[in-house]
């Protein structure tokens, strides 16, 4: 399954090198490049989680995605067929946590591209990817879509990843 990167609102990087954005982020930016606020402000962020046997750190990674604040229905959890309870409490633990179970480990790639594909399909502009191992400090996504919206030239932000017990690594 591959996912429309276009439709994303990603950027779209030609065999010449050269940017183009997408209809859908361009509207973003007015015609000198400074980012149009009240469109910034309404479009949908959806986070991204794949699970395998994650235990304690997939839900303490979907925490803090809800802590962001997302909405839980924007949070979505895709379980490759985790022999542990770790998909059963996410669901108990966060009432409407977006999950998407497969029957098997179909792969990084391939969950991460389920999970996109809903994403798309819910109406989302923005992705973000997370390990299932992750946790964000409180005000990550501001962080990111500030960034983002600095700069008509940027389509793709990501956070620095630190180990958790000890960030200075």
């Known amino acids: 399954k591959t996912v429309n990167v276009e439709g ?14 997408s209809r859908r982020t361009a509207r973003l930016y007015d ?19 794949v699970n395998w046997g994650g235990g ?13 604040p997302l909405p839980p229905g924007n949070v979505i959890f895709v379980d490759n067929a985790s022999s542990d309870d770790s998909c059963e409490r996410a669901i108990e633990q966060f009432p409407g946590l977006t999950v998407i ?3 098997s ?27 299932n191992d992750v946790v964000a400090p409180e005000g990550t996504l501001d962080i990111l879509l500030q ?15 630190l180990y958790r ?5």
């Open 165 to 169: 017990d000890d960030p200075g690594r």
């Open 105 to 131: 480990n179909l792969g990084y790639g391939y969950a991460n591209n389920q999970g996109i594909q809903h994403a798309l399909d819910q109406g989302a502009e923005l992705v973000f990817l997370v390990n």
């Open 31 to 49: 015609e000198n490049g400074k980012l149009n606020e009240e469109t910034f402000a309404l479009r949908r962020i959806h986070a991204i989680v």
């Open 56 to 68: 304690q750190a997939a839900l303490d990674c979907v925490r803090s995605l809800l802590d962001q």
């Open 101 to 103: 179970r497969n029957d």
């Open 8 to 21: 994303v609102g990603e950027l779209l990087l030609r065999s010449t090198g050269e940017v183009q954005r």
């Open 147 to 161: 960034r983002l919206g600095t700069d008509p030239n940027l389509g793709v932000v990501g956070p620095r990843v």
